[in-house]
């Protein structure tokens, strides 16, 4: 079996917020001890509430904002580098190699220059342009795989709808050839039905290409279509990693439950099913001891207050769950029944 393409290990992003007085300077733990293997090919998941971590994550992954503890790797046929210590000509092929899609595509492309400029732009900042011929040739097949059409390229942003201009960002992130792409909220910001058409995009480019995803979404139906694996991440640390079905369809933590029991259903049996959770997410200035979805959590015991739930194998070690009590609650069935995913099962 292939390595892992990205590995993180107990990775850690702290911002600094307010001034020092009396002992240390207050922390935002955006992320805090998370451990993530991605493996080559893979469209891996990354859910959660607003507020939980998961753009810090792909942020920290890309080097844009600074790692404070725990280690990272890219394993990949060429090179092998470690995320925490990159020399400045490491990061920059580092960033040939992993690219980012953005959320918004209104935002994210220039109003003042062309299609084709927009898609050529960063193989100039990466230094991969050749003669002019060679750089065209190389947006106009890029643009084709992105099914743009040729004379789009012509023509500025303003011209081009929501579904289309994200196109034109896939493209973007493309044209310099990476290995690896961060997926942000990226079909968070368009109808509902050109979000299948970007997600059946990025599919039949992954299989094209040979791509490996970071997908990032609180959208759980998106996330179910898509991806192979899927973390769930709560208060800046993950409390449960499975493949795709498998979380849909037994998930094991009570924050997972509660997200899926969440998701709108057209099914009238299924209304009124959806577990509230009472109470906003903490401050990840000052998390909760112990677990950090106790405050929140209706199956809380004393020794969720006190000891903090590490990752452990559910079924094999490709699920894990981070609860102290969820066997015990298994066990005697407080945990919510199977999901809609699996009724849906039921009755096909
Ligand atoms: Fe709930 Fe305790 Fe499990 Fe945390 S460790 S999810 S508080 S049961």
Redesign the pocket.
């Known amino acids: 079996m292939s390595p892992p393409l990205v590995t993180l290990n107990n990775l850690e992003v702290h911002f600094p917020v307010g001034k020092r007085l009396l002992g240390p300077a207050p922390v935002v733990r955006a992320v805090d001890g998370v451990s993530i293997r991605i493996m080559p090919g893979q469209f891996y998941g990354l859910v959660g509430e607003s507020g939980s971590g998961k753009t810090t994550l792909g942020r920290a992954i890309l080097r844009a904002v600074p790692i404070a503890a725990g280690s990272g790797t890219w394993e990949d046929s060429e090179v092998h580098y470690d995320l925490h210590r990159m020399t400045p000509a490491e990061t920059k092929d580092f960033r040939r190699r992993a690219q980012l899609i953005f959320q918004d595509p209104y935002a994210a492309l220039s109003p003042r220059m062309t299609v084709r400029d927009i898609i050529a732009e960063p193989l100039e900042v990466m230094g991969l342009t050749g003669s002019r011929q060679e750089t065209d040739e190389r947006v106009r097949e890029i643009a084709a795989k992105c099914r743009l059409n040729l004379e789009h390229l012509r023509r500025f942003p303003h011209a081009f709808s929501g579904g289309q201009r994200q196109r034109i960002s896939i493209a973007r992130a493309l044209v310099c050839s990476p290995r690896f792409l961060i997926a942000d909220e990226s079909v968070a910001a368009l109808d509902v039905s050109i979000q299948a058409d970007i997600l059946n995009l990025l599919k039949s480019l992954q299989n094209d290409l040979g791509l490996t995803f970071l997908f990032i979404s609180h959208d759980l139906s998106v996330v179910a279509h898509t991806c192979d694996v899927v973390s769930v991440m709560y208060l800046g640390t993950l409390?449960e990693t499975a493949p795709t079905r498998r979380l849909f369809t037994a998930p094991r933590?009570?924050?997972t439950q509660a997200l899926l029991s969440a998701i709108p259903s057209l099914d009238p049996d299924d209304r009124g099913r959806a577990q509230r959770l009472s109470g906003e997410i903490p401050s990840p200035i000052n998390p909760p001891s112990?677990?950090?979805?106790?405050p929140?959590?209706?199956?809380?015991?004393p020794?969720?207050?006190e000891?903090i739930?590490l990752p452990e194998p559910a079924d094999d070690e490709h699920h894990t769950v981070?609860?102290?009590?969820?066997r015990e609650?298994e066990r005697r069935g407080a945990l919510l029944e199977r999901t809609r995913v699996r009724k849906l099962d039921a009755k096909a």
């Not at 112990?290 to 106790?294: E, L």
């Not at 929140?296 to 015991?301: D, E, K, M, N």
């Open positions: 409390v933590h009570p924050y112990g677990c950090r979805f106790h929140r959590c209706p199956h809380a015991a020794v969720c207050t000891k739930p981070a609860c102290h009590r969820f609650l």
